[in-house]
Every structure is written in C-alpha cells, then in structure tokens.
C-alpha cells in the first residue's frame, strides 16, 4: 500500500500546485475574490484547477480500493499516468484549451481503469471467500 499511498499523496500536492497557480493568475488579473469571471487566463487557471478536483473525487476513493485488492505497484503506475495527464491537461488547458483532450483521455482512462480493477478484483475475493 505504501506506492499507492504516496501516488495519492503525489496527486494531492499536484492539486495544491494547481491552486498556487491559480492563485498567482487570480493576482496577476487583480481579480478579488470571491470573483471567478473577468479575465481569461485566471478563467481558464481556474477551470483547470476545479476540473482537477472533479476528477480528483473519482480517483482518491478509486485508487485506495483498488490497492486494496491490487498489487500497489500497479496501482501505483496507473496512477503515475493519472497525475501525467492531469499535468498534460493543466498546461494545455491554461496555453490551448482545444488541445486540453489528451491529458483528459489520459485521467479518463487512468479512472476507468482503477474503477474496474478495484470493482473486479473485490469481486473475485468476495467470490472466492464465499466459495
């Protein structure tokens, strides 16, 4: 569990980082907060960094169960491609926001794959304890 663990901690520094981001675009706008509208490089700064947390919620609670069932190595690289295409898609929302696509397919993909491992493999163990 220890790999996983410190994909998820890796994850949540990144978010953190976004949000310095954010905030340093909020001041180079001098935009007071609680405003999120009125300049578009904070806009897409903030953007970046509330899709960040969107998908955040997806992979927390997907990574932990998976390195439940999983070996955390595995986890753990699935997750390494996570925090890549979350980075992939903070820098090319924040420059091009139309080619912000494939670090999304990137979270996507990463999601998707630590859902249905977890889902699998907690179903096995469940079937093979009953068995």
Known sequence: MEYVTIVVMLALLQYMYFGILVGRARSAAQIDAPAVTGDENFERHFRAHQNTLE???????ATLACGQFVDGIYVALVGLVFIVGRQMYFNRYVNEPTKRGPGMLMTAVANLALIFLAMISAAVALFSSIA
């Open 55 to 61: 998908q955040l919620i997806i992979f927390v609670p």
